[in-house]
């Protein structure tokens, strides 16, 4: 009689397969991608749970307008920055993918979004501060979704503001190579919706 795998392993092995499957847009994002697979393969389904530890597993979704121009931000409320929207992993989630739109759905308050695929398109790796409570350490996948262009975010419980920004001018407050990121990310995108 086969044994039942707990819901958070059968997540963490299809997304330690779909990492491995996402083609990463540059040298850094390949070399981050294997730490992920290692480190989610090491910890099976434990690393997706945000009681498994200080370091863990999150999800984000970076969200465009269709015509890649404009990006939805949050201003995180613990971190004091923009950033894309995202959270932690919930054991009702069927997949990493599904745990990055829902969260995406809340903290925008855009209901009608359309995942980009099912594969990642960023991974980062962060230090949290002391705000963070007992996280430590992050280990964010991101996907992508679009919205149509007049979409109206809305303010959720942990932000303290959403809003469409221009890729070409995204506010200053936003951690470190988040620029070059959600830029790599569109640039991929771009690239793809031309094939």
Do not use: Y
Request: glycine letters at 8%; aromatic letters at 8%.
């Amino acid at each position: 009689m086969r044994q039942r795998q707990s819901p958070s392993t059968a997540v963490a092995e299809r997304l330690s397969r779909d990492l491995a499957a996402w083609v990463p847009p540059n040298a850094d994002q390949d070399r981050l991608r294997a730490e992920f697979i290692r480190f989610i393969d090491q910890g099976s389904g434990g690393v997706l749970a945000r009681d498994s530890g200080p370091k863990h597993v999150t999800a984000s979704c970076f969200v465009f307008s269709t015509d890649l121009r404009r990006v939805l931000l949050c201003f995180h409320r613990k971190g004091q920055f923009w950033v894309q929207l995202g959270g932690h992993i919930e054991a009702s989630d069927r997949s990493v993918a599904h745990a990055a739109l829902r969260e995406a759905r809340e903290e925008g308050g855009i209901s009608a979004l359309t995942p980009v695929g099912l594969l990642p398109v960023d991974v980062d790796r962060h230090s949290l501060g002391d705000g963070f409570g007992r996280c430590t350490e992050h280990w964010d996948i991101g996907f992508a979704a679009t919205a149509s262009s007049d979409a109206v975010p809305l303010v959720s419980a942990e932000s303290e503001d959403v809003a469409w920004w221009p890729l070409a001018g995204l506010p200053r407050d936003v951690p470190p190579g988040f620029a070059e990121r959600v830029g790599a990310v569109a640039a991929n995108l771009a690239s793809h919706a031309t094939d």
